[in-house]
């Protein structure tokens, strides 16, 4: 889908919305994507859920980013998450780290115009993961950018 809109601000191209489904992860592992095919991705969300396995303490979700093997978290949970639960999240761009009281929701704040060069990789990980801690599948939201012709 084009968008009708201005090109980015700190480039000369046309941005496009795009989605994209990141498969079930194995139990114990991250959820990974790697921006590919000369495409510069700008995140706008990912949600998905995680179970923590009975074992151990809480523990709390992280989006790192990895270029060049420099990996910098961009984000932390709102909260740590406890032992044998699950929960939804939604990281957004410019959101408001947020918990239900319940809590089986959660708000992740990434920072704006988080963008993803060609190469480089985003985690969603668990700070001290379990092998039986299980991340459903991921949407994401993002812009993609081509170069104008």
Request: charged share 10%.
């Amino acid at each position: 889908m084009t968008l009708n809109n201005p090109p980015h601000p700190y480039s000369n191209d046309i941005r496009q919305l795009d989605t994209i489904t990141i498969a079930q992860p194995a139990a114990g592992t991250s959820i990974d994507f790697t921006s590919s095919d000369g495409e510069r991705i700008e995140l706008l969300s990912a949600s998905f859920s995680l179970t923590l396995a009975n074992v151990g303490a809480a523990r709390a979700v992280t989006i790192t980013l990895t270029y060049a093997t420099i990996g910098t978290i961009i984000a932390y949970g709102p909260v740590e998450q406890a032992i044998n639960t699950t929960v939804a999240y939604t990281a957004m761009a410019g959101g408001t780290n947020f918990i239900d009281p319940t809590p089986t929701n959660a708000v992740i704040a990434m920072p704006q115009r988080l963008m993803i060069p060609v190469g480089a990789t985003l985690a969603i990980d668990v700070d001290g993961i379990a092998v039986g801690d299980q991340f459903t599948a991921a949407n994401l939201l993002y812009f993609y950018y081509k170069e104008l012709a």
